[in-house]
């Protein structure tokens, strides 16, 4: 037998009051940050398409081969001309914008707080429950608040992006400094090293396997977080999803789709192989 409760508990009822007072408090510091991350994702977005197309190709395939080897140039010409070949160029570099900018803010913020967490246990116990729920919810659920108080396109995509692809760079960067092993530490403290130049030159070397793991994992999972901002207006490559899916173009949202794979790739092999190319030894 059913049980009706003569209530229903709505989250809306306490959310909306709340958001309506950030709003109405708040506004001037949500206008400036909008303003800031508009601009950066212009200034981004304006050197991404700063040449023609073929000629932005060539360039990336240039740096592709510079930065890691030919294959990886191969894989920019492949990716891109593809992009290019079918018409959906402009939404591609909307889509790397917000990517790119969407990753160096996530890093930024969560490569010095997992080394934080690396060296406070207390603070490690306080973040685990916090990460475990950010993992688990599902990512479009990240677009809600951030739609609410920023409104729609491509500042609420990018907050939600990066919220989104912070924690498993924090995490990765927590559990790589804390499998460094102790004998490498202690040769540190026995050589009078401060604690910065341990850091430097023993536990990031080290941890760099796993750090790199982390880095690919927070580009991906923005990639796919803006891709999924096209429902809110954010541009870019997911936009042309949902119009496909909406209007039931399957050609759209084919071409759509197997640009997104090809950016996800380009993205993934050149990250993985600059990273991680040997040094060359000075003089």
């Known amino acids: 037998m059913t049980t009706i409760l003569p209530f229903t508990i709505s989250p809306g009822n306490f959310v909306a009051p709340a958001a309506s007072w950030l709003n109405t408090n708040f506004h001037p510091l949500f206008a400036a940050i909008t303003s800031v991350a508009d601009a950066i994702l212009n200034a981004v977005l304006a050197v991404l398409t700063a040449l023609p197309p073929l000629w932005m190709i060539a360039v990336v395939a240039v740096l592709a081969w510079l930065v890691a080897n030919w294959r990886v140039s191969l894989l920019a010409i492949f990716s891109l001309g593809f992009c290019w070949a079918m018409g959906l160029w402009n939404a591609a570099m909307q889509t790397v914008d917000l990517v790119i900018v969407a990753v160096v803010i996530a890093v930024a913020i969560a490569f010095p707080m997992g080394i934080w967490a690396s060296r406070d246990k207390r603070v490690e116990r306080t973040l685990r429950p916090v990460l475990d729920v950010m993992q688990t919810v599902p990512p479009w659920v990240y677009l809600i608040p951030a739609v609410i108080i920023f409104s729609l396109g491509r500042v609420p995509a990018l907050i939600a992006t990066v919220v989104y692809g912070a924690p498993p760079m924090l995490r990765l960067t927590t559990l790589a400094l804390n499998q460094v092993p102790k004998p490498f530490l202690e040769l540190g403290d026995a050589l009078g090293s401060a604690r910065s130049t341990t850091l430097w030159k023993i536990e990031l070397p080290l941890a760099k396997p796993t750090l790199l793991v982390g880095l690919n994992q927070c580009i991906l999972l923005s990639l796919a977080m803006v891709v999924l901002a ?10 042309e999803v949902t119009r496909g ?27 993985r192989a600059a990273l991680d190319r040997p040094r060359r030894p000075a003089g």
């Open 230 to 239: 096209g429902l809110v207006g954010a541009g870019g490559l997911g936009s």
């Open 245 to 271: 899916l909406s209007r039931m173009e399957m050609g759209v949202g084919l071409r759509a789709g197997l640009s997104i794979v090809a950016i996800a790739l380009l993205l993934d092999r050149l990250s």
